[in-house]
Structures are given as structure tokens and as C-alpha cells.
T-cell receptor, first 111, second 114 residues
């Protein structure tokens, strides 16, 4: 399937600081960009998504930005809290190969 | 059912045996995905179904792995002659369309090959 590069693989931030996770893709047919959160021992769940006709979307402390020209999109979490600690996956959809995921980012919130 | 259902939730098998994992997607979801997740690792794509056909089988690790979907609903992932490196959590997800809407995940099947 279509590759999605995700960075960093691990991110440690102080509680209250912001966290940013970035992903890049190569298929120009991509038109859907969701982010999933997976807590320890649980299944991944959608936290926010964006479509290619929008540049930014916010939902309380989380936001996603999309740069179609550069083919990258990012997840921003502000005022991080302990419950934000999890693995975050970006993904892209559209085209013939369905939904493909990045490798994931372990986000650690330091007290 | 209300969500994606996978069975069994846990499976311990002896090396060399065959196993069959089942995924029951949300009713009406045409797209179905299988992923493998080793401990602490990311989501490794295995196979994608659109209806009963599998346009992308590129992720299947070897010819010991196969999957089918019948009636556009339930899917089974079969691993023949299991090896210890097959031990992982196998996750299934379904969506309403071809990768353009939210994917809902099952709780996974934890496979342990001893």
C-alpha cells in the first residue's frame, strides 16, 4: 500500500506544553487524513480527521493542519495532560488502496 | 452488532498448527482491513477488502497467510503452519467507503505461538 512517513517515533513533553507530530505522503490522490489514538491495551480510535479541501481543523486542544502542496499534515496537541499519553497514528485515504497508516508516535507526558 | 467484532480475543497455538481469525465488520461497511501489531510496534498492513474482492494483498508476509471475505461481510484470516514470529495482535477495521471515512477497529485477536 501507499507509504505514510510519521515522525517522531517517540515524543516526550512536559505536562502543559504542546506536542506536534508530522506525517508525509506521496499519493496525490489522497484526500482524507485521520489521526488515531491508541491507549495501552486498547484499540485505535479516531480523534480528529481532515479532508483535502480544508487546511486546518480544531477540536478543543487538538488541531490538524494539511499542506497539500508539500504533501504533509500534522497533529497539534496544546496544554498536554497525562491522559494524552498514548500512541498516535496518522493515516491517509483516497485512491485505490484504501486507508494506510504511519508507524505511530509514542507520546509521553512528563509530570 | 454495534461495532467491529473479532474472535477469538485470545489464541494460543503450537508452532506448526493452522489458525483462523474472524472479523465481523459493522453492518453495511464495504471496506475491511486487516493489520498486525507486534508488542509496542505500529500497525502493519496485511490486506484490504472492498466488498468481497481484495485489491491490495501486498502486505501479506508470506504464502502461509491468506484471507477471504464472503457476502461482503465476515472475513477470515488464516495462518498456516504458524511460526513464533507470527505472535502479535491481529486487528481488523471496517469503513463505509474506500478509505475516505472513519475506520472502526475491532478489539483484536492476540495470537501467541508457542
Amino acid at each position: 500500500g501507499e507509504n505514510v512517513e510519521q515522525h517522531p517515533s517517540t515524543l516526550s513533553v512536559q505536562e502543559g506544553d504542546s506536542a506536534v507530530i508530522k506525517c508525509t505522503y506521496s499519493d496525490s490522490a489522497s484526500n482524507y487524513f485521520p489521526w488515531y489514538k491508541q491507549e495501552l491495551g486498547k484499540r485505535p480510535q479516531l480523534i480528529i480527521d481532515i479532508r483535502s479541501n480544508v487546511g486546518e481543523k480544531k477540536d478543543q486542544r487538538i488541531a490538524v493542519t494539511l499542506n497539500k502542496t508539500a504533501k504533509h499534515f500534522s497533529l497539534h496537541i496544546t496544554e498536554t495532560q497525562p491522559e494524552d499519553s498514548a500512541v498516535y497514528f496518522c493515516a491517509r485515504g483516497g485512491g485505490a488502496d484504501g486507508l494506510t497508516f504511519g508507524k505511530g508516535t509514542h507520546l509521553i507526558i512528563q509530570p | 452488532g454495534a461495532g467491529v467484532s473479532q474472535s477469538p480475543s485470545n489464541k494460543v497455538t503450537e508452532k506448526g498448527k493452522d489458525v483462523e481469525l474472524r472479523c465481523d465488520p459493522i453492518s453495511g461497511h464495504t471496506a475491511l482491513y486487516w493489520y498486525r501489531q507486534s508488542l509496542g510496534q505500529g500497525l502493519e498492513f496485511l490486506i484490504y477488502f472492498q466488498g468481497n474482492s481484495a485489491p491490495d494483498k501486498s502486505g501479506l508476509p508470506s504464502d502461509r497467510f491468506s484471507a477471504e471475505r464472503t457476502g461482503g461481510s465476515v472475513s477470515t484470516l488464516t495462518i498456516q503452519r504458524t511460526q513464533q514470529e507470527d505472535s502479535a495482535v491481529y486487528l481488523c477495521a471496517s469503513t463505509t467507503q474506500r478509505g475516505n471515512t472513519e475506520a472502526f477497529f475491532g478489539q483484536g485477536t492476540r495470537l501467541t505461538v508457542v
